[in-house]
């Protein structure tokens, strides 16, 4: 007689332990269907209602020019989206357009050596950038962005601009991705 209370302790604890197993198993189900739109790049999208992108060349519109600056900010910019998003790209009535201009590429010293000479130089480099979501217009903006690199004045310009041109632009490209479907 005494071995009854002991199977029967045996099963309450086995349905007890199924039912947690099934609780764990339905609220971990339930926790990873309730973020469909996010993903590990922080794009923020909910594809089932913008489903492309619109994305303009950038003329350079600075006074002073690096020829191959313009091909290589336009080149980034479309693949940061291609790479990182589902968005199809297209040539006219995306969803979002992304436009604008680059404004401003430019140099000047930025610190001093001891002599009294110029030691660094910075580089900078801004564009402007009109976005707008054709799904939901109260985010749509007017921004600049702008981004720096610093070299020493012992090298010239053409020793590092290609290097430094090449972060530049990889830098602007992920502001204004940030900016326009991160969400941050």
């Not at 309730?34 to 619109?54: E, M, R, V």
């Not at 041109?165 to 969400?183: G, P």
Request: charged share 25%.
């Amino acid at each position: 007689m005494e071995k009854q209370p002991l199977k029967t302790d045996k099963n309450r604890a086995e349905r007890t332990l199924h039912s947690l197993r099934f609780l764990c198993l339905l609220t971990l189900l339930l926790l990873t269907s309730c973020i469909p739109h996010y993903a590990f790049n922080g794009a923020s999208i909910d594809y089932t209602l913008t489903k492309t992108i619109q994305i303009a060349d950038f003329p350079i519109r600075s006074s002073y020019v690096w020829g191959p600056m313009g091909p290589m900010f336009n080149n980034e910019l479309k693949d940061q989206f291609a790479n990182h998003t589902k968005l199809e790209q297209v040539r006219r009535d995306g969803d979002l357009q992304i436009e604008g201009e680059i404004t401003q590429y430019s140099q000047r010293n930025k610190a001093v050596s001891s002599e009294g000479h110029s030691a660094q130089v910075e580089l900078t480099m801004t564009v402007n950038v009109r976005f707008t979501n054709n799904k939901k217009h109260s985010e749509d903006f007017e921004r600049q962005f702008t981004t720096s690199k610093t070299y020493d004045s012992t090298q010239s310009l053409n020793a590092v601009q290609e290097e430094l041109v090449r972060q530049m632009v990889k830098d602007l490209a992920e502001q204004i991705f940030n900016a326009t479907v991160a969400n941050w």
